[in-house]
C-alpha cells in the first residue's frame, strides 16, 4: 500500500521569498516520488522526480526536493518564488512493484503575493 | 520524451448521452494505462487501470458499466462514459507508464460538462 499526505493545502509567499511545500509519503517498497504542478484548468506538469539516485533532486524552475527516507518526506523547495509559481502543486507517489499506480496527495495550493 | 494525447480536451454533451475520450501514447507503447478523475479544486483520483488484451480493473466505487474502457491497441486506450448526467462533469485524465514503470506521463487532460 502506499499513500501520500501533504501537509499544508494552502501556502502563502510573498514574490522572492523562500517556497516550501511538505510531503510526507508512506510506501510498502522502495518509491518513487513525483511534483507536479498544475495551473489552473490545464494538465500536469512534471517538476521533479526521485527514483532511487541522488536523494537531493533538481526540478524545472529552480525547484528541488530531497527525499529523506528516515523522515518519509519528500518536501518541495525554491529559492525565490514568482508570481508565475501560483498554482496547484501534487505530490505523487508511485512504484513499478504496484503495477505503476500513481497515488496523488490532496495539493497544496500556492498563492504568490506581490 | 514520452507524449501521452487525448481527445478531446473539450466536451460538453448533453445528460443521457454517451461520450468517449481518447488516450494515444504517441511514441512508445503502453500495455497499461491509468484514467484517473479531477473535481474541481480536488486531487487525482484513480478510476482504473487500462490493460492491452484484457478487461480493464476499476477502484473501489467506480461503476464498471458506466465507465467502459477499452485498451485496443497498444498506443490506444479510451474511456467511455456512459448515460452521462451532470455529477460527471470533471477531469479526465490519462496516463501511460515509461519503459520501467515507475514514471507516469499524463495526458493534458479531457475537461468534460454534462448539461
Known amino acids: 500500500a502506499q499513500s501520500v499526505t501533504q501537509l499544508d493545502s494552502h501556502v502563502s509567499v510573498s514574490e522572492g521569498t523562500p517556497v516550501l511545500l511538505r510531503c510526507n509519503y508512506s510506501?510498502?517498497?522502495?518509491?518513487?516520488l513525483f511534483w507536479y504542478v498544475q495551473h489552473p484548468n490545464k494538465g500536469l506538469q512534471l517538476l521533479l522526480k526521485y527514483t532511487s539516485a541522488a536523494t537531493l533532486v533538481k526540478g524545472i524552475n529552480g525547484f528541488e526536493a530531497e527525499f529523506k527516507k528516515s523522515e518519509t518526506s519528500f518536501h518541495l523547495t525554491k529559492p525565490s518564488a514568482h508570481m508565475s509559481d501560483a498554482a496547484e502543486y501534487f505530490c505523487v507517489v508511485s512504484g513499478a512493484t504496484n503495477a505503476g499506480k500513481s497515488t496523488f496527495g490532496d495539493g497544496t495550493t500556492l498563492t504568490v503575493k506581490p | 520524451g514520452a507524449v501521452v494525447s487525448q481527445h478531446p480536451s473539450w466536451v460538453i454533451c448533453k445528460s443521457g448521452t454517451s461520450v468517449k475520450i481518447e488516450c494515444r501514447s504517441l511514441?512508445?507503447?503502453?500495455?497499461?494505462m491509468f484514467w484517473y478523475r479531477q473535481f474541481p479544486k480536488q486531487s487525482l483520483m484513480l478510476m482504473a487501470t487500462?490493460?492491452?488484451?484484457?478487461?480493464?480493473?476499476?477502484e473501489q466505487g467506480v461503476e464498471k458499466d458506466k465507465f467502459l474502457i477499452n485498451h485496443a491497441s497498444l498506443t490506444l486506450s479510451t474511456l467511455t462514459v456512459t448515460s452521462a448526467h451532470p455529477e460527471d462533469s470533471s477531469f479526465y485524465i490519462c496516463?501511460?507508464?515509461?519503459?520501467?514503470?515507475?514514471?507516469?506521463?499524463f495526458g493534458p487532460g479531457t475537461r468534460l460538462l454534462v448539461l
Open positions: 510506501s510498502s517498497y522502495s518509491p518513487s
Open positions: 487500462s490493460n492491452e488484451g484484457s478487461k480493464a480493473t476499476y
Open positions: 496516463s501511460a507508464p515509461g519503459a520501467r514503470g515507475e514514471t507516469q506521463y
Open positions: 511514441d512508445f507503447q503502453a500495455t497499461t
